[in-house]
């Protein structure tokens, strides 16, 4: 026959020992005993040690670990810099010139501007283009600013869209052909025209 065991101590359930009161003291004990007379004798036990109460009580499971960092609060050693009484001094650019927009009669007179007589120079005034950089190598490039966007354009490549060629690039300007017809383009300075 198996034999039944109690079950183990549940660890999640605080035990409680209960003691037993102690006995009562013996009934010999209630009476005084007569001290001997005689010479007396002097019982010598050593001082307790002075008890130093612990610092902090580690916590569990960091026997070994670091000791808290202490915080340090800063003490300034420089003076602070005095606020100053006297505001910026601002400067006024004086290279701006203001000009006035263009009213409607201006603008009807732009309009009215002679159209261009070649067909080399309609297509670059019909797709805005304007020299905006080159770059020079064994295969020269002309950057060209259009009304879609900028044109990467090698020499000897035709302009995207147009049966124009861009025929030679140097330092600052391109030279476009279209049949017979050539146009030469400079770079585009800024605040000027081409």
């Known amino acids: 026959m198996a034999r039944a065991e109690p079950p183990p101590p549940n660890p999640f359930v605080p035990l409680v020992v209960e003691t037993p009161p102690p006995p009562p003291?013996?009934?010999?004990?209630?009476?005084?005993?007569?001290?001997?007379?005689?010479?007396?004798?002097?019982v010598q036990t050593p001082a307790p040690a002075?008890?130093?109460?612990?610092?902090?009580?580690?916590?569990?499971g960091t026997s070994g670990a670091l000791p808290a960092p202490k915080v340090l609060s800063p003490a300034l050693s420089a003076p602070l810099p005095q606020a100053r009484e006297t505001p910026p001094?601002?400067?006024?650019?004086?290279a701006l010139v203001e000009a006035p927009?263009?009213?409607?009669?201006?603008?009807?007179a732009e309009a009215e501007?002679?159209?261009p007589a070649s067909p080399l120079e309609?297509?670059?005034?019909?797709?805005?283009?304007?020299?905006?950089?080159?770059?020079?190598?064994?295969?020269?490039?002309a950057i060209l600013e259009s009304k879609e966007g900028?044109?990467?354009?090698?020499?000897?490549?035709?302009i995207p869209g147009t049966e124009a060629v861009v025929r030679q690039v140097e330092e600052g300007s391109v030279t476009l052909a279209l049949k017979e017809e050539t146009l030469n383009l400079s770079l585009v300075q800024a605040g000027g025209g081409q």
């Open 25 to 42: 003291p013996p009934a010999s004990a209630s009476r005084p005993t007569p001290v001997p007379e005689g010479p007396a004798v002097r």
């Open 50 to 60: 002075p008890q130093a109460a612990p610092a902090t009580r580690p916590i569990p």
């Open 89 to 94: 001094r601002v400067a006024v650019p004086t």
């Open 101 to 108: 927009l263009p009213g409607p009669e201006e603008k009807g």
């Open 113 to 115: 501007a002679p159209t």
């Open 122 to 141: 309609r297509l670059v005034a019909e797709k805005g283009l304007r020299l905006s950089g080159t770059l020079l190598g064994p295969v020269s490039v």
């Open 150 to 158: 900028y044109l990467v354009v090698p020499a000897g490549s035709p």
